[in-house]
């Protein structure tokens, strides 16, 4: 158990609907990243919040926002979904936003997300 | 345009020998480098790193060596156990002393044979 929850575990979903992705880091993490993976993809970043703040921005569509709260969770929303957003969606943390590669990320189990 | 690249989709091994699975990587910026392990169902767990100022980091039967000239590295289990199979992705950043995300490869499909 790496500390970092996610829910739902599973999510299936219309086209054109909009979904909310939630995580809660580990205790003390004050870094959540949200990272995409596709079929036979590897993980592609897409955003991270420090401390309730954004920090970084990868691949992310328009069409996706997320957010982390006061408590440090956080929520990636994603809008207007196409049948090509079929995928897990994880989220990891890390201790600070600064040190993020000096002290490796910790993932959650991910969700896996359906748009039919 | 991939900057961390893992060429082999899968490998095959016996239970008991070496497997070595390998990653090549485009961005001179990048100096920290990790393997993370991944089982179905299951978020990728961290496995071993390495800085960009070593050329070898080794943790019980995990070695990881580093060639920054050819911008390759891999990773050696031995011995290898039928419990080792599953992907493995390679991640590299620039993020020493910095802040950057992770680049992470495909993976490699290990399959430990008994």
């Known amino acids: 158990d790496s500390g970092v929850t996610q829910t739902p575990k599973h999510l299936i979903t219309a086209t054109g609907q909009r979904v909310t992705l939630r995580c809660s880091p580990r205790?003390?993490?004050?870094?959540v990243y949200w990272y995409q993976q596709s079929l036979d993809q590897g993980l592609q970043f897409l955003i991270q919040?420090?401390?309730?703040?954004?920090?970084a921005k990868g691949n992310i569509l328009e069409r996706f926002s997320a957010q982390q709260f006061p408590d440090l969770h956080s929520e990636l929303n994603l809008s207007s979904l196409e049948l090509g957003d079929s995928a897990l969606y994880f989220c990891?943390?890390?201790?600070?936003?600064?040190?993020?590669?000096?002290?490796?990320?910790?993932f959650g189990q991910g969700t896996r997300l359906t748009v039919v | 345009d991939q900057q961390v690249k893992q060429n082999s989709p899968s490998l095959s091994v016996q239970e008991g020998r070496i497997s070595i699975l390998n990653c090549d990587y485009t961005?001179?910026?990048?100096?920290?480098f990790l393997w993370y392990k991944k089982y179905p169902a299951e978020g990728p767990t961290f496995l071993i790193s390495?800085?960009?100022?070593?050329d070898k980091n080794e943790d019980g039967r995990f070695t990881v060596f580093l060639n920054k000239s050819a911008k390759h590295l891999s990773l050696h289990i031995v011995p290898s156990q039928p419990g080792d199979s599953a992907v493995y992705f390679c991640?590299?950043?620039?993020?020493?002393?910095?802040?950057?995300?992770?680049?992470f490869g495909k993976g490699t499909r290990l399959s430990v044979i008994a």
């Open positions: 961005n001179s910026m990048f100096d920290y």
């Open positions: 390495i800085s960009s100022i070593k």
């Open positions: 991640a590299a950043s620039g993020s020493w002393g910095g802040n950057t995300p992770l680049v």
């Open positions: 919040y420090y401390n309730g703040e954004e920090r």
């Open positions: 205790s003390g993490d004050l870094s």
């Open positions: 990891a943390s890390s201790v600070g936003g600064d040190k993020f590669a000096t002290t490796e990320a910790f």
